[in-house]
Structure formats: C-alpha cells, structure tokens
C-alpha cells in the first residue's frame, strides 16, 4: 500500500508544480463597445499584492498561476474577475453609470473656502511600495460643500533608477462606513508629477464633487513611469518598486489613511517602528472645500 501511495505521489508532483508554477499572463484590454486599448487599467491578483497597469495601449503582461484569479478595474468602468487561465489575448470591460451629483449654484458672494487636511503637519517618514492610497477629508464645520482643489505631499526617490516622472491618477471615493467607496470622479484624471515635485495640486473643480458631512477620500493611484525617451512603463510588483512616496504624519484622528495593492482590501496605514510598535500614521493630503 505504501508503495501505490508513494507511486502516486510521485505522478502527481509535476501536475502540483505546474498549477504553482507562475507564467506570464498577457493581452489587451478594451471598452465593451470600443475599438481602442484602454490606458492604466489596474490589473492585480486576487488575495495579491501583485498586479500591473495597462499602458497607453491597454497592454498588460504580469506573471499569475493558472489557478489565480485577475481582477480588472477602471474608473468608469465595472470591475472584471477572470480566472488568469481564461484570459485571451483581448479583455472587455464593460462601461458603468456614475450617478450624476446635484451641485448647488450659488453667486460668487456667498462662497467661502476653507484648506482642510494634514498638510502642515510634520513629517514623521515617507513611504511607497502600495499602488493606491486614500484619506478622509470632511468640509469644514459639518457643512456639505464642493471640492475645488486636492494636495499630496510627495517625496521623490534619489534617481538611479532613471525614472524622472511617474504618472498618477488622481481620485475621490465616497465614505463608505470608514473606508473608501465608490468613485465620484467620472473618468480618469491623469497627472504627471515632475521629476523632483515634493507637492501635488490639482484642480478638480470642474467635476463639481459635492462633499457630504461626513467628507470623501481623496487618493492617488501609483501608475507608472516615463523612460528617458518618454516611454510610459505601467508599475509592476515583479519590478522594482515606484521611485514616488508619500508624506506621512504620526496619527491624525480626523483624517485617517488607507493604502492597499492590486488585488487586496483597503487597510489603515501601519508602521513598525524600531520597537516593534504598529503605528498608525496619516498622510500629508489636502483639499480646498467651496461651501
């Protein structure tokens, strides 16, 4: 009996290996209806902190076991699961509605406008390596108002990797019990941070986000970097990590932080210091607020 036992086991180690065995898993991905590649998809591995981004082109190639599962999520469109096995050389992703918001329009006079976020505090450490990070911002006094403006403090890596300008994506969620939630940007807002920029301002006034009392998370999406010839090369966990960190702050009660990689769940921000203690830490993010 031993004997059929360990046959066995012998026959069955190669099929073990291979469905342990990582490959690399490539294609394209495009709108339902489209006849183009969608840009900067995320592509991440289920339960992973693996993944990619599609290119200019919505090219992707990462390496997945057969028995994984690939998560595809694009602001505008619905999230994609599809067994790594199953992918073929073009991914369609299908378009979703974002409930358009009421935005109250008021005379000039009756604006007022107030910076909220950890901005000036100091800076405890920077910190890089996840590809999205997202922190609550509340308007000022429990007023809803409007979202004019978002700040990221960053920290530039030194520059051997030559990667002088990374591309990120800027996005709002909604609060959703605590933790980010549904976007309430409708499309991509793809930035291209300068080489040695320590602060990010963007203008989101256009897209009129009213910002309830109990706020949005503002984030930003680690996407890629620009090659000495202007190549865009999507972020990738099987490469180095990104040459771009964040600003980081000891604990802020008002403004709590979530980070999380391709295919995981939104966690608080943590460090271990020196002594082995889990910190929890905020990031240096802004937002003007019209209210």
């Given at each position: 009996m031993k004997a059929v036992l360990s046959f066995l086991v012998f026959l069955l180690a190669p099929l073990q290996l291979a469905l342990g065995q990582t490959l690399p898993v490539s294609g394209?991905?495009?709108?339902?209806?489209?006849?183009?590649?969608?840009?900067?998809?995320?592509?991440?591995?289920?339960?992973s902190s693996k993944g990619t981004s599609s290119d200019l082109n919505g090219k992707f190639l990462l390496h997945a076991a057969?028995?994984?599962?690939?998560l595809f999520s694009s602001v505008g469109y619905k999230p994609?699961?599809?067994?790594?096995?199953?992918?073929?050389?073009?991914?369609?992703?299908?378009?979703?509605?974002?409930?358009?918001?009421?935005?109250?329009?008021?005379?000039?006079?009756?604006w007022k406008t107030a910076l909220v976020g950890n901005l000036k505090a100091s800076t405890l450490l920077s910190q890089g390596g996840a590809n999205q990070y997202a922190m609550l911002l509340q308007p000022p006094l429990g007023k809803a108002g409007v979202l004019e403006k978002v700040y990221f403090a960053l920290q530039p890596d030194i520059p051997r990797n030559h990667r002088w300008q990374t591309a990120v994506n800027i996005r709002v969620y909604a609060n959703s019990q605590g933790k980010p939630g549904q976007d309430l940007l409708p499309?991509?807002?793809?930035?291209?941070?300068?080489?040695?920029?320590?602060?990010?301002?963007?203008?989101?006034?256009?897209?009129?986000v009213s910002v309830p009392a109990e706020g949005v998370f503002v984030g930003i999406d680690f996407l890629g970097f620009y090659d000495r010839e202007g190549v865009f090369i999507p972020y990738s966990r099987d490469r180095q990590p990104m040459n771009l960190r964040i600003k980081l702050s000891a604990p802020q009660s008002p403004f709590p932080t979530f980070s999380r990689f391709?295919?995981?769940?939104?966690?608080?921000?943590?460090?271990?210091?020196?002594?082995?203690?889990?910190?929890?830490?905020?990031?240096?993010?802004?937002?003007?607020?019209?209210?």
């Open positions: 394209a991905v495009y709108g339902q209806d489209s006849g183009k590649g969608l840009p900067y998809v995320s592509i991440g591995i289920k339960h057969p028995t994984d599962t690939l994609l699961a599809l067994p790594a096995s199953q992918v073929r050389q073009v991914v369609r992703l299908e378009q979703a509605t974002i409930p358009m918001q009421e935005v109250t329009v008021r005379g000039k006079a009756s499309e991509n807002l793809i930035v291209t941070v300068a080489p040695h920029a320590k602060r990010l301002a963007v203008d989101v006034s256009h897209f009129g391709f295919g995981t769940d939104w966690q608080p921000l943590r460090h271990r210091d020196r002594r082995g203690e889990v910190l929890l830490l905020s990031a240096k993010f802004g937002a003007m607020i019209a209210y």
